[in-house]
């Protein structure tokens, strides 16, 4: 029986670890067939064709063959684009392969959470500074897309519409529910309800941009917190490492009563 070919396949390679001491077995996002595993053959030798080529946050055409569950790598080709990410991006993009590789099982097809990831990849690129934005959308959509995200427009509890002048906060295992008064992570019913019309559109990235930027310090931790419950961690890798870049990169602090009385300002963003 002949193998199963699989050709010009648009894919991330979103994770690599060691197959032997010239290939490595590859995690990769595709469009048409969700999280594939393949192994590269004699990748890691410095004439392979695919060492340049085989790299994260880079939009690629792969072929592959097989049938077990994990399939051999045939060819591989840059789609170009945009240049990969750089810096604090780099590490935000290395944030969505996180989660993808979380919460995606193995064949598994989402053609059009691929088409955000691809979005949001490229966003990254090009608008570093919006990074908060970019992932905050990402996060609402591929939720919503893997079947995790309660709706935003009812109680969890009882499904009745949201009154648009109540706060409610995000409950991760039930729902959206009424918030006492000072709890500092609760959004507005109309809100909330901006977000869900803005993931119901039927081209959702950008609405969904457009909504979060009128909640975004608010709606971080419960998203955060949904994530961390599907997951199954306290702390992701690359927030964990986004933490220790930004601790390293943060001024001293002065001596007490030393210049200034002003706070000093943060030197990177919350994301």
């Avoid at 220790?244 to 943060?250: I, L, Y």
Wanted: aromatic share 6%; with cysteine.
């Amino acid at each position: 029986m002949a193998l199963k070919r699989f050709s010009d396949e648009p894919a991330f390679v979103l994770h690599r670890y060691d197959w032997s001491e010239t290939s490595l077995v590859l995690e990769v996002f595709t469009r048409r067939h969700g999280r594939v595993a393949l192994v590269a053959k004699g990748v890691k030798r410095p004439t392979s064709q695919f060492r340049p080529v085989l790299l994260p946050l880079q939009p690629l055409l792969i072929s592959w063959s097989g049938d077990a569950e994990v399939r051999t790598l045939k060819a591989a080709q840059w789609q170009g684009g945009h240049v990969m990410p750089t810096g604090e991006a780099l590490i935000s993009g290395g944030y969505l392969n996180e989660l993808l590789m979380r919460l995606l099982a193995r064949d598994d097809p989402h053609e059009r959470l691929f088409d955000h990831f691809a979005m949001a990849v490229q966003l990254l690129a090009e608008k570093a500074d919006a990074q908060p934005l970019i992932l905050r959308a990402f996060e609402l959509l591929l939720l919503r897309d893997v079947g995790l995200l309660p709706d935003l427009a009812s109680e969890g509890g009882t499904l009745a519409p949201l009154d648009g002048q109540r706060r409610y906060v995000l409950v991760p295992e039930s729902g959206l529910a009424p918030a006492h008064d000072a709890d500092p992570h609760a959004l507005t019913g109309e809100q909330w309800g901006d977000l869900q019309s803005a993931l119901d559109e039927p081209d959702p990235f950008l609405p969904a941009l457009r909504a979060c930027a009128g909640c975004l310090q608010a709606v971080r931790i419960p998203l955060r917190n949904l994530l961390h419950y599907h997951c199954g961690v306290r702390v992701f890798k690359t927030r964990q490492l986004m933490l220790d870049v930004q601790a390293m990169t943060r001024p001293p602090e002065a001596p007490h009563g030393a210049g200034s009385t002003s706070d000093p300002l943060p030197t990177a963003t919350e994301s």
